[in-house]
């Protein structure tokens, strides 16, 4: 690495945005490199001198008064579901690729691999990305995975219980071809994302919220499951021990 | 299920208020030191927000931070060109000889050894100010707004390595401003 590659990046390596072999790359640079590793040094003293200075400034109260007062003002909270639309899709605009975008990226794969899943859902979500075999026959849906994905994703029907099974559809997550079970639970879509795992262990599920939607994540057998809904959190605990317990046991799924 | 589109729900509104509002320093932050003036600021913060609760509808992500930004973004670049138009100075948080002629010049030559001041709040919120556009956005949504290099690259619509090498050149600038800072007798 050139001083005038690591000049550049040093300042991804300050907030924390390489991944752990490009952070050694560059590190390895600046430990052979007194130039450079005086820059690392004076920009992470500029860099906390600013965060404790604290530069923000507090919006006025009248600003926050004019705002709120131009808001319809609200009266009893009401839990009604309302359909909403897709038409910005900001999450799902592709970055642009550049030569260095490809290594910027977050050490924390499993936070960054949850927030794929929810953008591989908002994906769906846009008009025709649903599914790309449309059938509530879980013996149509299975066998369309065949030869698409390096693991046939488990396909149960939870019709009967209250999940209506709706498709299936190839996505993309991590780089990777992903297998997308479409479920529906009145007019909500639970995406529910299938990828093998080298780890046979099995975990148990937790729930987590991101962006406004649940996710509900679990290993077992050798795959990991993320299902991704705006569901409310207890229904989409109800989904997954649902489909979990419909396994058929003793098989690979 | 009733789809609702009506600006005058109240659910929808009560909705927009808790995601929304919990942001409101923040984006008065950014528009501070985008526009440099805090009239402006207070009205583009409040155009802001009253474009994103007409598109709340369409809001499905990514965070909510990074969106209202975005629309913030707009609504400032709305007020660059209505500048442009009438050509009265409406800078006020950096002073005349600041203001348009940047303080800086490239880091090359600045002593690597040396220690830097502590400066006070106000200083570096001046410094910062006088930084040169697109440098000062790129570097006030990390540094101030803390928003990842991701999420900068889609609120200013450039790609990731677009947005590394801006803030490598913000942070060099205002380095060397920094410096230049300590040597004028106060």
Same mark, same amino acid.
């Given at each position: 690495?050139?001083?005038? %590659?690591?000049?550049?990046?040093?300042?991804?390596?300050?907030?924390? %945005?390489?991944?752990?072999?490009?952070?050694?790359?560059?590190?390895?640079?600046? *430990? /052979?490199?007194?130039?450079?590793?005086?820059?690392?040094?004076?920009?992470?003293?500029?860099?906390?001198?600013?965060?404790?200075?604290?530069? !923000?400034?507090?919006?006025?109260?009248?600003?926050? !008064?004019?705002?709120?007062? *131009?808001?319809?003002?609200? &009266?009893?909270? $009401? !839990? &009604?579901?309302?359909?909403?639309?897709?038409?910005?899709?900001?999450?799902?605009?592709?970055?642009?690729?550049?030569?260095?975008?490809?290594?910027?990226?977050? /050490?924390?794969?499993?936070?960054?691999?949850?927030?794929?899943?929810?953008?591989?859902?908002?994906?769906?979500?846009?008009?025709?990305?649903?599914?790309?075999?449309?059938?509530?026959?879980?013996?149509?849906?299975?066998?369309?995975? $065949?030869?698409?994905?390096?693991?046939?994703?488990?396909?149960?029907?939870?019709?009967?219980? /209250?999940?209506?099974?709706?498709?299936?559809?190839?996505?993309?997550?991590?780089?990777?071809?992903?297998?997308?079970?479409?479920?529906?639970? !009145?007019?909500?879509?639970?995406?529910?994302?299938?990828?093998?795992? *080298?780890?046979?262990?099995?975990?148990?599920?937790?729930?987590?919220?991101?962006?406004?939607? $649940?996710? &509900?994540?679990?290993? %077992?057998?050798?795959?990991?499951?993320?299902?991704?809904?705006?569901?409310?959190?207890? %229904?989409?605990?109800?989904?997954?021990?649902?489909?979990?317990?419909?396994?058929?046991?003793?098989?690979?799924? | 299920?009733?789809?609702?589109?009506?600006?005058?729900?109240?659910?929808?509104?009560?909705?927009?208020?808790?995601?929304?509002?919990?942001?409101?320093?923040?984006?008065?932050?950014?528009? +501070?030191?985008?526009? +440099?003036?805090?009239?402006?600021?207070?009205?583009?913060?409040?155009?802001?927000?009253?474009?994103?609760?007409?598109?709340?509808?369409?809001?499905?992500?990514? #965070?909510?931070?990074?969106?209202?930004? #975005?629309?913030?973004?707009?609504?400032?670049?709305?007020?660059?060109?209505?500048? @442009?138009?009438?050509?009265?100075? =409406?800078?006020?948080?950096?002073?005349?000889?600041?203001?348009?002629?940047?303080?800086?010049?490239?880091?090359?030559? =600045?002593?690597?050894?040396?220690?830097?001041?502590?400066?006070?709040?106000? =200083?570096?919120?001046?410094?910062?100010?006088?930084?040169?556009?697109?440098?000062?956005?790129?570097?006030?949504?990390?540094?101030?707004?803390?928003?990842?290099?991701?999420?900068?690259?889609?609120?200013?619509? #450039?790609?990731?390595? =677009?947005?590394?090498?801006?803030? @490598? +050149?913000?942070?060099?600038?205002?380095?060397?401003?920094?410096? #230049?800072?300590?040597?004028?007798?106060?």
């Amino acid at each position: 690495m050139t001083c005038d %590659e690591a000049e550049i990046l040093l300042h991804a390596l300050i907030d924390g %945005e390489l991944d752990a072999g490009h952070a050694r790359e560059v590190e390895d640079h600046i *430990a /052979g490199c007194p130039g450079c590793t005086a820059q690392v040094r004076a920009y992470r003293e500029m860099s906390r001198t600013i965060a404790d200075a604290d530069l !923000r400034y507090t919006a006025p109260p009248l600003l926050r !008064r004019r705002i709120e007062a *131009a808001l319809p003002q609200a &009266r009893q909270p $009401n !839990r &009604r579901a309302v359909l909403r639309g897709f038409a910005m899709g900001s999450a799902a605009s592709a970055i642009a690729a550049t030569g260095l975008v490809a290594i910027v990226l977050r /050490g924390d794969d499993e936070a960054r691999i949850q927030s794929e899943v929810v953008s591989a859902h908002l994906r769906s979500l846009q008009a025709g990305h649903l599914t790309d075999v449309l059938s509530t026959d879980q013996h149509t849906v299975k066998p369309w995975f $065949n030869g698409k994905l390096d693991v046939a994703p488990p396909v149960v029907d939870l019709t009967s219980q /209250g999940f209506t099974l709706i498709g299936g559809r190839l996505d993309y997550v991590d780089a990777r071809p992903i297998g997308a079970i479409v479920y529906r639970r !009145r007019s909500h879509v639970i995406n529910l994302f299938v990828a093998q795992t *080298a780890s046979t262990d099995r975990h148990a599920a937790k729930i987590e919220a991101l962006q406004g939607f $649940n996710i &509900r994540r679990w290993s %077992e057998r050798g795959l990991n499951y993320w299902a991704v809904s705006d569901l409310a959190a207890d %229904e989409l605990a109800e989904f997954g021990e649902k489909f979990q317990a419909s396994m058929p046991s003793g098989t690979a799924g | 299920m009733p789809v609702s589109t009506s600006n005058d729900d109240p659910d929808r509104a009560r909705r927009f208020r808790d995601a929304a509002l919990p942001h409101l320093d923040e984006a008065y932050t950014l528009a +501070r030191y985008l526009l +440099r003036n805090a009239d402006d600021a207070e009205d583009a913060v409040q155009d802001c927000y009253l474009r994103a609760f007409k598109h709340f509808d369409s809001y499905r992500g990514p #965070a909510m931070k990074p969106w209202l930004f #975005a629309i913030l973004r707009n609504v400032c670049r709305a007020e660059f060109v209505r500048r @442009a138009s009438s050509p009265t100075s =409406t800078i006020e948080d950096v002073p005349d000889d600041a203001g348009q002629t940047p303080l800086w010049h490239e880091a090359q030559e =600045t002593p690597e050894t040396q220690m830097l001041r502590r400066w006070d709040a106000d =200083t570096i919120r001046r410094l910062v100010s006088a930084l040169a556009e697109p440098f000062r956005e790129t570097f006030v949504l990390r540094e101030i707004n803390n928003l990842s290099y991701r999420e900068i690259a889609d609120v200013v619509e #450039a790609p990731v390595g =677009t947005v590394m090498s801006r803030l @490598a +050149r913000a942070r060099a600038m205002l380095r060397s401003a920094w410096m #230049a800072e300590e040597e004028q007798p106060k």
